[in-house]
């Protein structure tokens, strides 16, 4: 089991507010508050990474200042170090969703042919929804085959406004 510390803090954005929470390895989760598996990412948090408590941490001012950035048009990437535990297959599909570059977006379809796995749509939607490092790990940027906004836990209306904002030039 487990014994690190993870220390957790509501974080603010104009799509409303987010729990973040870091180890000194890393930021390890960023979702919003209302979503409604987040109960879930929280107990695979505790039993994948340590014990939550509420507090204070560097990497988490640090993610509100890239958050901050971000949301006023300033950043496009993200450089806080994360910690994020997940199998091969997930890793891969988070790596590939951080190669889709700000502005743009993929399939299902398309990230599981990149991945050498055609036909495996299925599996990188469900690798997407466990993403514990929402904005980050972008998962947003993944739609459905026919162009529709599909399957975003944070709800898609925030993932239009995400999709919105990252079409726009940097400030």
Sequence with gaps: LPERLVVAATLDTPLGPMLGAATDAG???????????LPTQLAILERRVGHVVPGRHAYLERVQAELD????????????????????FEHAVWDELRRIPSGE???????????????????????NGRN?????????????????LTGYGGGLWRKQALLDLEAAPLA
């Design 27 to 37: 930021v390890c989760l960023l979702e919003f508050l209302d979503r409604r598996m």
């Design 69 to 88: 950035e971000y949301f006023a048009g300033r950043r496009r990437d993200f450089s806080v170090p994360l910690v994020a535990p997940g199998s091969l």
């Design 105 to 127: 977006t993929r399939s299902y379809d398309a990230l599981a042919a990149a991945l050498g796995r055609p036909g495996a749509a299925r599996a990188v939607g469900r690798s």
């Design 132 to 148: 514990r490092l929402t904005i980050i790990i972008p998962c947003h940027r993944v739609i459905g085959a026919n162009g529709a």
